[in-house]
């Protein structure tokens, strides 16, 4: 068994350049995908590029911020994912709140490739051309119970900050 780190303390600085206030680390790497964690702090920037090649997954794991993809910007939670199209410029950046994401880059094609079904948002059926048997795709019910957290149950060795 291997296990990889990541997060507080094995993060550093990176990014296309301009980019501010972002901190990654590569989780894995193959010639299938590349997987890393971001961390966006306050008022950060991953300034807009592109890849010709890859699609880009971006998967955010806790707070908020903005996401482009071409010359549309969009805001963005935690427990939501955006695609980045191969050859599209794209990038991130918040305001007053942090980010971390996971980025999972899918090598090669520029095709978008899914292990058991073709990925589609929920609620809109299946698309004709792929699959016209398979079934529509519906949206979760139900919520996380409210827990709220008092700080002498915080445990501060975790890493990340209050």
Do not use: C, K, W
């Given at each position: 068994m291997e296990i990889r780190r990541f997060g507080p303390g094995h993060r550093r600085l990176g990014g296309p350049p301009g980019t501010q206030n972002v901190e990654g680390q590569v989780i894995m790497h193959d010639e299938r995908a590349v997987v890393?964690?971001?961390?966006?702090?306050?008022?950060?920037?991953?300034?807009?590029?592109?890849?010709?090649?890859?699609?880009?997954?971006?998967?955010?794991?806790?707070?908020a911020g903005f996401v482009q993809v071409g010359d549309e910007r969009?805001?963005?939670?935690?427990?939501?994912a955006v695609i980045w199209p191969p050859g599209e410029m794209h990038g991130a950046y918040t305001d007053g709140t942090e980010?971390?994401?996971?980025?999972?880059?899918?090598?090669?094609?520029?095709?978008?490739?899914?292990?058991?079904?073709t990925a589609r948002p929920a609620g809109e059926g299946?698309?004709?051309?792929?699959?016209?048997?398979?079934?529509?795709?519906?949206p979760a019910q139900g919520s996380l119970a409210e827990r709220t957290i008092k700080r002498d149950e915080y445990d501060s060795s975790e890493g990340e900050p209050w």
């Open positions: 890393s964690e971001l961390a966006f702090g306050r008022y950060a920037m991953m300034t807009p590029h592109s890849d010709p090649e890859n699609t880009a997954l971006f998967i955010v794991i806790s707070g969009a805001r963005v939670n935690h427990g939501e980010m971390r994401a996971i980025v999972v880059e899918l090598v090669g094609d520029g095709q978008t490739h899914f292990i058991e079904g299946a698309d004709s051309e792929l699959d016209p048997s398979a079934p529509r795709a519906t």
